[in-house]
Each structure stands twice: as C-alpha cells, then as structure tokens.
C-alpha cells in the first residue's frame, strides 16, 4: 500500500521545503538553490513513476486522495524532464487529431492526401492519465473528457483510469500517452475498448525502451483492437494507432504486467547520447 512517506522527498532544514519552490510568486534566493530544486524535482518525478509501476490504479487514486499536493511536484519533474526530450509525443498526437480526419497519419501512404481540418468536430475524445489537461486545452472546439487521478484545473475529472465515469461506446477517441503505469495497466485497455464506439480510434505513446512489443500487440489484438499504425517518434518514443473491431480470446501471454519494462527516465539516455556524440568528436578532431 501506498503512504506519504513512501514518495515524499524531506527537504533539509536550511533549504526551503520541496513543495513551495514552484508555488507562484516563490523567489529562489540564487542559482543554486535554483539547480537544487530541479535536481528535487527530477528525482521526485522519477521515484513516484516506480511508485506508479509497482502499484496499482486503486492504491495510486486513495494515496493522492490524502495528498493531492505531491501530484503538483510530479508535473513539475514532468516538465523538467520533457524539456529535455527532443520531440513531446503528446504534441504528436495533438497534431493527427488537428490535422487528420482519420485522426492518425499512416506511414506507408501519401500523408499529404489525407490531411484534412482534423477529426470531426462531433466526435468524442476521453485523455486517460491526462497530467494537466493539455490535450484538452488544445482542442477546445471537441468535448474532451480529462481523467487523472488529482483535478490540477478545471478541465479535469479525478478517476481511477480503469473505471472512468463515461457510458459503454460513448467515446470515438481514447489517448494515453505515457499512460500505461500501474500493476493493472490491461484494465486501462479494457476500460478504453468499453467506452469506445466500434470502429472508434485507441492512440497509445509510450517510451520505446520500456515495451516489449510482439507481446504487447498480442495483448491489443486479444482486448478487440486491431494495429493501424505504428510509427516511431524518434528513437525514444513510439505512437500506435488501433482501432476497436471485437473481443478475441484471453491474452496467451502469462504475466502481462511483465510486458514493460521498469520505467527510466529518458532524460539519463539523452545525456548519455550526448557524452557519446562528443566523444565522437574528439576523435575525429584528434
């Protein structure tokens, strides 16, 4: 089970407590405190997504219930880390909801041809796991229902993402992306294929590094969804888009949760990317 003392970071007496250094209107005294609070947030970031991993949705929503406040720093380590990435998948998939009427671009064809004003304004969009509700802040002219488990604003509504409070093929879109944390992460696709229409679109981002792919498409083909497209976003990200046909049989692989791989930030393999491309250089220049 969960509890505050498992994901809160204690600051030291002599330096200001963690949770007010992004408060609005905070000053930081100098650069140092600055580089400090970032490195405190970084690795709050990193530590509650183990949290996210090895518990499940149910633990995860009771433990914010009791304190909603620790969400706040974990998006403040969400940034810090997306800034370092080269390309944000949810700007990806913000732009195929904006610019295709599939809601998705496929690959293998003339992207150009299916370009379009973006989905149909009709149609219904639910963001599992949607941190601040940027998708929604996007596509103000779609009715986008926001699910997280702390409200951060107005736009969201606090559930635990495998039992969202939408009606059976309500909804002709479902977006998680980087979404996929928790012991009962199958119960998300479930909960997706229940509330969308048939033929409605599943758009799933996750890091390249934590999926073992083969077995996680046959995990999506035996939840009822069919693999449209898949394209890599970058070397570190990959978007796949399914789209809701019928329930097959059970999942044949035995521990699903096994399917991903514990979460690391990217930020660690940018660095390391980088040392290796200056090595390079050296080289080169000796």
Known sequence: MLDAKSVRIVAQPEKP?????????????????????????????????DVFCNTTSKESKAF????????????????????????????????????????YL????????EKHQGVPQDWVIADFGCG?????????????????????????????????PLQDGSVNVVVMCLALLGLNWIDYIKEA??????????KISELTSRV???AFKEVLLSQGFQLLNKDDITKF????????????????????RKLFFPFATRSAEFSRSKKKKKKKKKKKKK
């Not at 407590?17 to 100098?30: C, F, I, V």
């Not at 620790?70 to 998948?89: D, E, F, H, L, R």
């Not at 998708?135 to 993402?161: C, G, M, W, Y």
């Open 212 to 214: 073992k792919l083969d």
């Open 132 to 164: 601040e509700a940027g998708l929604a802040k996007a596509l103000p002219q779609h009715q986008v229902h926001s699910f997280d488990l702390v409200a951060l604003n107005e736009r969201i509504t606090v559930a635990d993402i495998s039992q969202v």
């Open 106 to 113: 496929r690959t293998e064809t003339n992207v150009s041809k």
């Open 193 to 202: 294929f229940r509330v969308l229409v048939e033929g409605g679109l599943l």
């Open 237 to 256: 990200f990959l978007l796949m888009d399914l789209e809701k046909r019928a329930h097959c049989a059970s999942p044949r692989v035995s521990a699903t």
């Open 64 to 103: 914010f219930a009791k304190n909603p406040s620790v969400m706040q720093n974990y998006q403040v380590g969400y940034k810090i880390q997306a800034s370092k990435w080269p390309t944000n998948p949810l700007r990806r998939i913000i732009g195929d909801l904006q610019t295709s009427k599939l809601g």
């Open 17 to 49: 407590d963690w949770s007010t250094l992004q408060q609005p209107g905070h000053k930081r005294a100098n650069k140092g405190q600055e580089s400090w609070s970032r490195k405190m947030d970084s690795s709050a970031f990193r530590m509650l997504n």
